[in-house]
């Protein structure tokens, strides 16, 4: 399968990019195809007013950054996605939330490759790995529900949270919950998780294991 790691911290020697690198070794330790890229190497601008910016020859997205080279090469082709960050005022850092945020350009009924984003952005396992100095749980848990909801709304599997406690920069190893085992794990079992939502109509087995 293949796995894309997105690395949301411009810092890249930080505690979230130690979680990135041990997830990725999990996943090429499983046998995956893994390719890592760094937010800031391709989103430099925020979402504006599409009624302006879109190009007035073929209507596709004016901002001048790498952000459609990030979607249409990295993120559509990739089966599953991984996203580190750092956390930020108790949320994802911005630039991250421009990801998403943009998406729109390229999902509305007006946008030029609507077709191939809308069935290339669906059926992705996704798994989130954050960095964050508080061990207070409720710090995090702002992040955690919005990556379900916008999973369930993508419809993406959001198959783990891995949260590691550190600030200074690689003492997350540190952390005695172990975040970097925790890291790797996730990016091994990825694609073999099943994600599991019922409702009361739901035809199931009366076995969570076979």
């Known amino acids: 399968m293949k796995l894309l790691v997105i690395s949301a911290s411009p810092r890249h020697d930080g505690n979230s990019h130690a979680l990135a690198r041990a997830a990725i070794e999990g996943a090429r330790g499983a046998g995956h195809d893994v390719e890592h890229v760094y937010l800031d190497d391709y989103v ?3 979402l504006d007013n599409c009624r302006l910016c879109r190009s007035p ?3 596709r997205c004016s901002l001048d950054d790498r952000y459609a080279e990030l979607l249409l090469d990295e993120i559509l082709p990739a089966d599953g996605v991984v996203f580190a960050m750092p956390l930020y005022f108790y949320g994802m850092p911005g630039r991250l939330k421009t990801v998403f945020d943009r998406l729109f350009c390229y999902t509305a009924n007006s946008a030029p490759e609507r077709d191939r984003v809308m069935d290339g952005i669906v059926g992705k396992k996704v798994g989130v790995l954050i960095s964050c100095e508080e061990n207070y749980v409720g710090a ?3 992040v955690a529900a919005q990556f379900q909801e916008l999973t369930r709304y993508l419809h993406q599997d ?3 949270i891995v949260v590691g406690n550190a600030n200074s920069r690689g003492e997350i190893v540190c952390d005695p919950s172990d975040p970097i085992t925790r890291a790797r794990d996730l ?3 990825l694609f073999d998780t099943s994600v599991t939502d019922y409702r009361i109509d ?5 076995r969570v294991w076979t």
């Not at 739901?202 to 009366?206: E, G, I, K, L, Y």
């Open 44 to 46: 430099q601008r925020l």
């Open 57 to 59: 020859h073929d209507g």
């Open 140 to 142: 995090t848990h702002g």
């Open 158 to 160: 959001l198959v783990g």
């Open 187 to 189: 990016g091994a079992r």
């Open 202 to 206: 739901t035809a199931r087995s009366n």
